[in-house]
């Protein structure tokens, strides 16, 4: 295994896109990509929206210096990125219906499915039937779990370093994945991704010496991040030669995932729309119980990689499929239950907060005083 190529378009990206957004955020206020704080938004200066934009270039840039984008797949991959990156920023832009972005987003995954040839064929056992393929519903399915991805990613994209940093471990996972089943088409390309993800947490995630997020990802960052969560999972679960079981997708963006479909059935029950926004995420509720949104962030990603490790092994020791899709279903449960109730699902991340800071130092907690204080104004909420 070569790991110069992986490493040298790891910094590549990483130089790129954190370049790119200092090349695109004086222009941002003439592009009309700037977020300005209103409504439901917590940020208290207006912020560029282009960290999308950036690491678009970014991943692009880096594939054609380091010649990886002359396969089918990788060539559907980047002109389906394009599209929706270019969606996303309209939606920036002129705030697009939520019909338009959805539409735009299936039409995109065709493109994905028929130039890239980039689809989900078959799910394995993960409902105890053996079935060899999807047959018809292939694209269907694809189409479907494409934009559900994309939506997902969105929906959670509501505090600074949140969205990036769960993307971020889901790419390190699916690396890993990748290497275990000698899936070489995806070990090579996804460094780029996390360094493309990494350049512009750079300027995106709080620290003691950034209090606040100089530019958000915005709806085209989203957007493009879920296809690439969407398109990494289909290619690394559908090659026959290096096999990695569906199942396995669900747990490395656990979070996404719950929170989106526990979020869209409480607004249908409520006879609200799927899309429509409101302070009812994970993240709103962990700051409600006191956390900042860089412990919000780091919390959330460690029960990600958390997740992602466990069903890995659980796989490894040859648990039941089913099984895991069962496990999955019941954390969603747990979580809608959790939720059914705000004061409980603040109490429940109240708890949390408290062990934390009962393992944690008191020089530690001083030294993360920035991290901690939830008063600094949040990241846009884009869900």
């Known amino acids: 295994m070569q790991w110069t190529g992986p490493t040298l378009g790891a910094g590549i990206a990483f130089a790129l896109s954190l370049g790119g957004l200092l090349l695109l955020n004086p222009i941002a206020q003439r592009a009309g990509l700037i977020d300005h704080p209103a409504g439901r938004k917590n940020h208290r200066a207006p912020t560029p929206v282009t960290g999308g934009l950036a690491m678009l270039g970014a991943i692009v840039a880096t594939g054609l210096l380091l010649r990886l984008n002359t396969s089918q797949a990788a060539q559907g991959f980047i002109v389906s990125a394009i ?4 969606l996303g920023a309209a939606d920036d832009k002129w705030d697009l219906s939520w019909r338009l972005r959805i539409a735009g ?5 065709l493109v994905m499915v028929y130039l890239g040839d980039i ?3 078959h799910l394995g056992n993960a409902f105890g039937l053996d079935l060899p393929s999807l047959g018809p519903l292939s694209v269907p399915f694809t189409v479907f779990a494409t934009v559900g991805i994309i939506n997902a990613v969105n929906m959670v994209d509501g505090a ?4 990036g940093l769960l993307v971020l471990c889901a790419l390190v996972m699916l690396e890993a994945a990748a290497i275990y089943s000698g899936n070489s088409a995806v070990y090579e390309s996804v460094p780029i991704l996390i360094g493309a993800v990494a350049g512009f947490l750079v300027q995106n995630l709080r620290s003691p010496w950034q209090p606040r ?3 958000f990802m915005g709806n ?3 957007a493009l991040l879920g296809l690439t969560i969407a398109c990494l999972s289909f290619r690394l679960t559908q090659n026959p030669a290096h096999p990695v079981n569906p199942v396995l997708a669900l747990w ?3 979070i996404p995932i719950m929170d989106c479909l526990v979020l869209m059935v409480r607004r249908v029950r409520n006879g609200r729309s799927p899309f429509s926004a409101d302070h009812n995420h994970a993240h709103h509720l962990m700051q409600e119980a006191g956390f900042g949104p860089t412990q919000a962030a780091i919390t959330l990603a460690a029960f990600s990689c958390l997740c992602g490790l466990t069903a890995a092994v659980l796989l490894r020791l040859h648990v039941a499929h089913p099984t895991l899709m069962l496990a999955f279903a019941g954390l969603c449960l747990t979580w809608y239950w959790i939720t059914s109730r705000r004061v409980r699902a603040v109490g429940f991340f109240r708890s949390l907060r408290g062990v934390k800071q009962a393992v944690t130092s008191p020089h530690a907690l001083e030294g993360a ?6 008063n600094r104004g949040a990241g846009a909420d884009m869900g």
């Open 213 to 215: 997020a100089r530019v």
């Open 83 to 86: 599209l929706v990156t270019l």
């Open 369 to 374: 005083a920035l991290f901690a204080d939830p």
């Open 105 to 109: 987003q299936a039409i995109i995954a």
């Open 220 to 222: 085209a960052g989203s």
């Open 119 to 121: 689809r989900v064929e």
């Open 160 to 163: 600074d370093g949140l969205a």
């Open 252 to 254: 490395l963006i656990p």
